[in-house]
T-cell receptor, first 112, second 116 residues
Framework: GNSVTQMEGPVTLSEEAFLTINCTYT??????LFWYVQYPGEGLQLLLK?????DKGSNKGFEATYRKETTSFHLEKGSVQVSDSAVYFC???????????FGKGTRLSVIA | DVKVTQSSRYLVKRTGEKVFLECVQD?????MFWYRQDPGLGLRLIYF???????EKGDIPEGYSVSREKKERFSLILESASTNQTSMYLC???????????????FGPGTRLTVT
C-alpha cells in the first residue's frame, strides 16, 4: 500500500538556520504530494503541494520539489524563524478522491 | 474562508460512556474525515464519508462509528469509551477533486478527549 516516511523529530534549530525535513513515499501510481503544518493548539493547514514530477511547491519561504526518481518531497527553508515552530506532516494522495496518507509528523522548534 | 468547527476543544468522559464528537463545515464539501492524532503515530484515519449517509472505514475503525445525516455535519461516536481512546480527534473536509487535481483537506482545531 501507499506510505509516507518522514524524518523523526524533534528538530531544534536556531533562528535563521537552514531547515530540511526529509520525506520519502511509496505509491503504486503517480500521487500528488503535500506538506501540512500544525501550529500549537490548532488543526492542520496546507503549507504547499505538488501534483507531478519536478513540480516545486512553495509558500511562506518553504519549498519542496517532487522527485519521482528518488520518490522524495523534502521540505526546505533557507532561514527559519521562531514562528515556524510547529509540527510538519508530509502526505500523499493517490488520486482525486482517495484519502490522504500522512507521515508521522516532525516537530520543529526554533529558538531565538 | 473555509471553516471546519468541532463541538468541543476539550472533553473528559468516563469509561463506558457513549461519546459524540461533532464536526460541521460551511463550504458545501462532499468529503469529510475523522482522524485521531497520537504522539509518535501521527494521524490515523478512522472513518470518512463521500456523501450524505455514506461512510467508509479508515485504518482504525474499531470502537468507533459515524453518522452523516446532513452534508455539512459528520459525527464520530464512541459507543463505549475506553481509556485507549484518549487522544486528539481531528475532523477534516474537502471538495470532490476531478482526475489528478490536488486534493486539499481543511481541518478543524481538534478535540482533545480524555477517558478516565
Amino acid at each position: 500500500g501507499n506510505s509516507v516516511t518522514q524524518m523523526e523529530g524533534p528538530v531544534t534549530l536556531s533562528e535563521e538556520a537552514f531547515l530540511t525535513i526529509n520525506c520519502t513515499y511509496t505509491a503504486t501510481g503517480y500521487p500528488s504530494l503535500f506538506w501540512y503544518v500544525q501550529y500549537p493548539g490548532e488543526g492542520l493547514q496546507l503549507l504547499l503541494k505538488a501534483t507531478k514530477a519536478d513540480d516545486k511547491g512553495s509558500n511562506k519561504g518553504f519549498e519542496a520539489t517532487y522527485r519521482k526518481e528518488t520518490t522524495s518531497f523534502h521540505l526546505e527553508k533557507g532561514s527559519v524563524q521562531v514562528s515556524d515552530s510547529a509540527v510538519y506532516f508530509c502526505a500523499l494522495s493517490e488520486s482525486g478522491n482517495t484519502p490522504l496518507v500522512f507521515g508521522k509528523g516532525t516537530r520543529l522548534s526554533v529558538i531565538a | 474562508d473555509v471553516k471546519v468547527t468541532q463541538s468541543s476543544r476539550y472533553l473528559v468522559k468516563r469509561t463506558g460512556e457513549k461519546v459524540f464528537l461533532e464536526c460541521v463545515q460551511d463550504m458545501d464539501h462532499e468529503n469529510m474525515f475523522w482522524y485521531r492524532q497520537d504522539p509518535g503515530l501521527g494521524l490515523r484515519l478512522i472513518y470518512f464519508s463521500y456523501d450524505v449517509k455514506m461512510k467508509e472505514k479508515g485504518d482504525i475503525p474499531e470502537g468507533y462509528s459515524v453518522s452523516r445525516e446532513k452534508k455539512e455535519r459528520f459525527s464520530l461516536i464512541l459507543e463505549s469509551a475506553s481509556t485507549n481512546q484518549t487522544s486528539m480527534y481531528l475532523c477534516a473536509s474537502s471538495p470532490v477533486s476531478g482526475g489528478r487535481g490536488f486534493y486539499e483537506q481543511y481541518f478543524g482545531p481538534g478535540t482533545r478527549l480524555t477517558v478516565t
